[in-house]
């Protein structure tokens, strides 16, 4: 059983969530004991494809076209489908991106099988693969299995797997081009202009250090505190739902099922209570730390480390330890 990752570049750079589904695809390849091999699409992608090959799999396909150069869910979907009869995997991994949602049910639609999307975690029970993902904005963790044929289809949720980790391995794997046709008249969706975030908006997924507010804030006056600790540490401001409901701060700034799903290498939860559709967006970080009041609260059973005590206190605190070991 052979697996392939679909690797996803925006204008000569790659997208974060390709290096999280290429380590998911490390991780069922060495469970299934088996081949792993990434295709990326586009044109003049050379650079591209060397770098991806530098990475751990066993070969990487490359689908250059001039009529790939821009997306489009068509010619995606077309060439897509002639790299599947060409090299015959049995698994295809997807990250869970914008373009994946729009061409990937279509290209699984066109073969006649099913479509697994937002899988958090792959593991291998009694010699069948299953697939986790959650329902109900995350209260509930499914172990799906497919009962279609051959190859089946799964998009990797953001931050499921670490992507941070990957490593290059110093060797190069074989690049190998595969020859794709498609007719201009195969293209009937025209694009226009990207939609481009405000200068202001926030990416919360790319950022190595969140400190997140909640409910123990209390008052939008408190917010400042939050803040200077997220500036001491060199970290984004962030915040739960019930905080930006309220208009504390704005909702470029919501982690959580309605928010942005991330994984910085440090969470800090301030006051959070670790209510389910918070945790679904945070809980792939590398390391928690959490301060509440509350010794009960949810946050704890997830936190690597934890304070119990009034936040009013404990950041105020930790903002000026960390600002006195900075200017020594």
Known sequence: MSVLVVAEHHGGKWHKMSWDTLVAGQTVAALLKTELSALILGAQIEPLAAELATHRVDRVFVAEHELLSEYSSDGYT???????????PDLILFPHSYFVRDYGPKLAARLN????????????????????RQLFQGKINADVTFSDDLPHFISIQSGAYRGDTLEPTGNFAPVEKIDVTIDPTDIRTRYGEWFRESKSKVDLSSAE?????????????????????????????????????????PLERQVGSSGQTVSPKLYLAIGISGAIQHVV???????????????????????????????????PALTEAILAIKED
């Open 281 to 315: 967006g945070m809980k792939g970080a590398e390391k928690i730390a959490a301060i509440n009041q509350d010794a009960g609260a949810p946050i704890f059973e997830i936190a690597d480390y934890g304070i119990i005590g009034d936040l009013f206190e404990v950041v």
């Open 209 to 249: 250090i969140i400190v997140s507010v909640g409910r123990g804030i209390k008052d939008p006056k408190h917010i400042p505190i939050a803040k200077g600790l997220a500036e001491a540490l060199g970290g984004e401001l962030a915040a739960s739902r019930p905080v930006c409901d309220n208009g504390w701060l």
């Open 113 to 132: 099988r099913s479509f697994l999307n937002d899988v958090i975690d792959i593991n291998v029970k009694e010699n069948c693969i299953r697939f986790t």
């Open 78 to 88: 077309i060439a897509i489908q002639q790299v599947i009869g060409r090299v015959s």
